[in-house]
């Protein structure tokens, strides 16, 4: 495959330059946004060919686009890109594991990522051990000498517990293994795992990336060229590459991501330090109010758009706020623009045993809270009317 030159050659070096000239051409004549190649194949001049695009479950030229961009926001070269997040994990995964290996995950992650390491990789031979990545003793206690994979997301999801990513890093290649660090609810624009040392970052680019609810998508991302090549391989021959629709629409989306994700980002903090005072409210997950020095040190200059918080009259009281909203979207999502509630315990972890949620902090008077750009005022309106509602019940 012919190697392409990464974006971050250009002249462009700071993210919001980046993510607004994202894909855009510069060549006279050349069109200004990404077309949309919209083909299965490629013509060749000759069997002896070595065109950089052959067959789009390879590779495709509005795909190209995208994982120049992606790799090039974290100093890196270009991304593999992927038809879902999961479809990313389990590429990755797949390249870096075989039967009789270990890896040690946080606790508090995607049930998804739950899912596909103890449904689907767990009959294959390869087993999980889930721990609270946010104490870097546990981690280190759970390592083997058949471990090869550290895989954390931080801020969890969705307690938005803080992991120490240079801690982890340390202990994961100590014991030879590659931390992987799922990267979705900041971003590079907030968090630069690679800089924390971590070897790959997975992100669902379905959420703030394209940021619209309209493209599916995952990416990996990582400095090891021949690793990166690996996973390429994996994505060839499982054929879960995007498709040039979503790569492009997920372009679109992450011209404004660095203007959204901030903006959003400062609601979110408003909004969790007024939850907190709430009286129907017993706890607010949100990484400034949990690990703020940490925080502080490892994200770039914000804590992103997503919170938790857990309701005092546990599941009824989250069943009645959340059929009591009106503004805010009950939907199985996070990073658009509007803002979406979810209620983690039947939703996204839903997969997950009792007890699994427990562990990881999924309590079933949890909601999980995607702050979008509607203001403030209405969002928080929203939440007090539905407040209303539960307190009226419990009074009866």
Request: proline share 5%; net charge negative.
């Amino acid at each position: 495959m012919t190697t392409r030159p990464t974006a971050s050659a250009s002249s462009f070096t700071s993210i919001d330059s980046l993510c607004c000239r994202a894909g855009a051409g510069f060549a006279d004549g050349q069109p200004l946004v990404t077309p949309i190649v919209q083909s299965t194949t490629f013509c060749r001049e000759g069997v002896d060919s070595r065109a950089e695009h052959q067959y789009s479950r390879v590779s495709n030229p509005t795909v190209s686009a995208l994982e120049d961009v992606l790799g090039a926001l974290e100093g890196a070269p270009p991304a593999v890109c992927f038809a879902t997040g999961l479809a990313a994990e389990t590429a990755l995964l797949l390249a870096l594991l075989k039967a009789g290996d270990h890896v040690v995950c946080g606790r508090a992650v995607y049930g998804g990522t739950t899912r596909l390491l103890q449904q689907v990789l767990g009959p294959l031979g390869i087993e999980a051990t889930f721990v609270d990545s946010t104490s870097p003793a546990a981690v280190a206690g759970a390592v083997t000498s058949r471990t090869r994979v550290v895989f954390i997301e931080t801020p969890a999801n969705p307690t938005l517990e803080v992991t120490d990513v240079r801690a982890v890093a340390a202990i994961a290649h100590r014991a030879g293994a590659r931390l992987v660090v799922d990267n979705t609810f900041l971003t590079p624009v907030l968090q630069q795992p690679l800089e924390l040392g971590a070897d790959l970052t997975v992100t669902s680019t379905t959420k703030f990336i394209d940021g619209h609810s309209v493209a599916p998508g995952g990416a990996v991302v990582t400095r090891d060229a021949a690793l990166a090549e690996r996973i390429r391989f994996v994505r060839k021959s499982t054929g879960a590459i995007q498709t040039p629709q979503h790569a492009w629409l997920t372009l679109q989306g992450l011209k404004t991501l660095p203007l959204r994700l901030r903006a959003q980002s400062a609601s979110a903090t408003t909004l969790a330090h007024w939850l907190a005072a709430q009286a129907a409210v017993a706890r607010v997950h949100y990484p400034s109010l949990g690990d703020p020095e940490l925080a502080e040190a490892q994200h770039l200059g914000a804590h992103g758009a997503v919170l938790s918080f857990e309701l005092l009259g546990g599941l009824s009281a989250a069943r009645q706020v959340a059929g009591a909203l009106r503004l805010c979207r009950l939907v199985e999502h996070v990073g658009s623009v509007e803002t979406l509630v979810t209620h983690p315990a039947s939703m996204t972890h839903a997969d997950l045993t009792v007890e699994a949620r427990a562990a990881a902090g999924v309590r079933d008077g949890l909601l999980r809270l995607s702050v979008g750009l509607e203001s403030i005022a209405d969002i928080r309106a929203d939440l007090e009317s539905a407040f209303a509602t539960v307190t009226a019940e419990v009074a009866r």
